[in-house]
């Protein structure tokens, strides 16, 4: 079973607000990856994150691995009409494949024009 | 293609039949991999492949599931016996090598089983 809670399960937002998510786990990670999913299409990747206390930006998104290697959040700021979508955070875990990506349950965003 | 590419994109089957999804990855990458996503989950792993061979299959839920990838690059997953709990999209995703590339993952083949 997946092995990650992914926090809030669904967002209602105002166009122009700040979005933040996050991931964590009873286990350590070796990788930290955000990816965002539309409808009938795969996951398409935000962000990947692969050192302890990583902080990298994309555009308006920000993601940190977290010092433990047990979590991760995601911040979108001044979200936008087209920021909807589902958000999974996943990553691969201390010691597994490194072909068995472990994905969350998925935050579902809404942003009201 | 320059994506992955899965087909059928959809595919009705009823219980007890035998299905085969398909999956062509972007051209050059040696990792090749299947995820399943139910409704309202994230996807669960299923297998991956490096070149020909399977490195991991411990995602495979049953012996009714298979995968295979005889030349490296095009995939079929095979699911034998078909039952109602099958139904999810399969999606398929490739990387250039398996260690910290970037994973690309296809539109997925929608399956439901009736």
């Known amino acids: 079973g997946q092995q990650l809670n992914q926090s809030p399960q669904s967002m209602f937002i105002q166009e122009g607000e700040d979005v933040s998510m996050n991931c964590t786990s009873s286990?350590?990670?070796?990788?930290w990856l955000w990816y965002k999913q539309e409808p009938g299409e795969g996951p398409v990747l935000l962000i990947a994150?692969?050192?302890?206390?990583e902080l990298t930006s994309n555009g308006r998104l920000t993601a940190q691995f977290g010092i433990t290697r047990k979590d991760s959040f995601l911040n979108i700021s001044a979200s936008i009409p087209s920021d909807v979508g589902i958000y999974f955070c996943?990553?691969?875990?201390?010691?597994?494949?490194?072909?068995?990506?472990?994905f969350g349950k998925g935050t579902k965003l809404s942003v009201k024009p | 293609g320059a994506g992955v590419s899965q087909t059928p994109s959809n595919k009705v089957t009823e219980k007890g039949k035998y299905v085969e999804l398909r999956c062509d990855p972007i051209?050059?990458?040696?990792?090749l991999y299947w995820y399943r996503q139910s409704l309202g989950q994230g996807p669960e792993f299923l297998i991956y492949?490096?070149?020909?061979?399977?490195?991991?299959d411990s995602g495979l839920p049953n012996d009714r599931f298979f995968a295979v990838r005889p030349e490296g690059s095009v995939s079929t997953l095979k699911i034998q016996r078909t039952e109602r709990g099958d139904s999810a999209v399969y999606l398929c995703?490739?990387?250039?090598?398996?260690?910290?590339?970037?994973?690309?993952f296809g539109e997925g083949s929608w399956l439901t089983v009736v």
């Open positions: 995703a490739s990387s250039l090598t398996g260690g910290g590339n970037t994973i690309y």
């Open positions: 286990s350590i990670f070796n990788t």
């Open positions: 994150l692969y050192k302890a206390g």
């Open positions: 996943a990553g691969h875990l201390k010691g597994g494949s490194q072909g068995n990506l472990i």
């Open positions: 051209s050059g990458h040696t990792a």
């Open positions: 492949f490096q070149g020909t061979g399977a490195a991991d």
